[in-house]
């Protein structure tokens, strides 16, 4: 399975942002999905996290309320609606998939990886 992930940008303070991850050469059926982020200088961290189907989401603390991540298993795509964007939300953004139904907010659980897309929030 490949993953493509889109829909970086540069934005003000405020502004949404909407990610796109498609994945080609496979499905997402069964797979739970999440989208990471690295900022500059820090550990890539888990940003949300979805279950196959959709109906377990989960979030870090410092985006919830504020990202929203949704799935279309029909088109094997996956979202990240970021709304208030602020500057600390500035990194490489990746998308992952791991064969497992169950969401994961480890790194090494995802078998998939995207290629990182950037998204810098000015102030």
């Known amino acids: 399975v490949h993953l493509q992930a889109s829909g970086g940008g540069l934005v003000q303070a405020g502004g949404s942002l909407r990610l796109s991850c498609a994945a080609s050469g496979g499905t997402f059926t069964r797979f739970s999905v999440a989208w990471f982020r690295q900022g500059p200088g820090r550990e890539r961290e888990a940003v949300a996290q979805?279950?196959?189907?959709?109906?377990?989401?989960r979030y870090l603390d410092s985006v919830n309320g504020r990202f929203i991540i949704s799935r279309d298993n029909a088109n094997n795509t996956v979202y990240l609606q970021m709304n208030s964007l602020k500057p600390e939300d500035t990194a490489v953004y990746y998308c992952a998939a791991r064969r497992m139904s169950t969401v994961s907010a480890r790194q090494v659980d995802y078998d998939y990886w995207g290629q990182g897309t950037q998204v810098t929030v000015s102030s």
């Open positions: 979805s279950s196959w189907y959709g109906g377990r989401t």
